[in-house]
């Protein structure tokens, strides 16, 4: 009798102890909505590109590149790099299609967070932009102190015709110094 009274002892033990494991478990995770929360929480990150989190729940969160994998083929930014730490005045560099430009050059735009307009500059082509191939561009870019944390920069393709058919973008984000 006294065998049968201490099973169950332990198996009662061991369900309070499952149970109350999973309120908090799910409290921790329930926490966990981007990937960096899911990265401050100390969870794997997975090396791929792009990065991933992984909880222990098996939610994945995903870092947030921008559209660098969709324009890979038109458009590849050297520096910065997504969810590079900059500060004015940024250096802009990396290689587009010759038919990204307009007369040798592109405009990018700097943004905060709230989509506030930071500043403004033009790309230039650095070789011959009259090509079907990759060319390299130089920019520069001052820019006001931001209200937020993190922003984006827009590398726009030269659009002179001004018509929606012909419009593109790469889109960049950055975290603020």
Known sequence: MKKIVIVLALIITFIVIFVLGQKTYN????????FE???AAGYLVLESYP?????PDNQTFI??????????DLIRINNPRPNEIVKSPLVIQGEARGLWFFEADFP???????????????AVAQEDWMSEDF?????????????????????????PSGLA??????????IFE
């Open 27 to 34: 409290k921790e995770d329930s926490s966990i909505n981007s």
């Open 37 to 39: 929360d899911c990265v």
């Open 51 to 55: 990065r991933q989190c992984k909880t």
């Open 63 to 72: 870092e947030d590149i921008g559209n660098e994998l969709e324009k890979i």
């Open 108 to 122: 990018i735009k700097i943004f905060d967070a709230n989509n506030n307009l930071l500043g403004f500059t033009i």
């Open 135 to 159: 060319v390299p561009f130089l920019a520069e870019i001052e820019f006001e102190k931001p209200l937020t944390k993190k922003g984006f920069l827009v590398l726009e393709k030269d659009n």
């Open 165 to 174: 058919e012909n419009e593109d973008h790469l889109l960049v984000p950055i």
